[in-house]
């Protein structure tokens, strides 16, 4: 940044994160490339944040349930937002935000 954005990182601070994110993304892996789980589990060092659609079927949805995904693959639901119940414009009910630790 220092070098390529000078001016700019003189006036900005930086915070760097440990996660992975991601949003409206795993909703379209195909159930016979479900072995991105696993990599995702395996690169993640210290949080994971998903938001996905869990319920929504159609050529290129394969609803499923995160949580017990990923706690198969040893990481641990610490939050959970229901779409359904805390409604968010854009966000249709059938998506659920989920955080997890390793």
């Known amino acids: 940044m220092k070098k390529e ?3 700019m990182a003189g ?15 795993l909703e379209h892996i195909h159930d016979e490339s479900e072995f991105i789980f ?6 993640t060092r210290k949080i994971l944040i998903t938001i996905e659609d869990e319920g929504g079927i159609s050529w290129r949805h394969f609803p499923r349930n995160y ?6 693959l040893g990481m641990k639901q610490i939050e ?3 779409f ?8 249709k009910k ?3 935000g989920r ?3 390793k």
């Open 11 to 25: 006036q900005i601070q930086i915070f760097n994160f440990d996660l992975v994110y991601t949003m409206a993304v």
């Open 67 to 72: 949580k017990k995904i990923f706690e198969n």
């Open 94 to 96: 059938e998506f659920f």
């Open 38 to 43: 696993s990599h995702i589990t395996r690169i």
């Open 80 to 82: 959970e937002i229901n």
């Open 5 to 7: 954005y000078s001016e």
């Open 99 to 101: 955080v997890f630790t």
């Open 84 to 91: 359904k119940k805390t409604r968010v414009p854009g966000i």
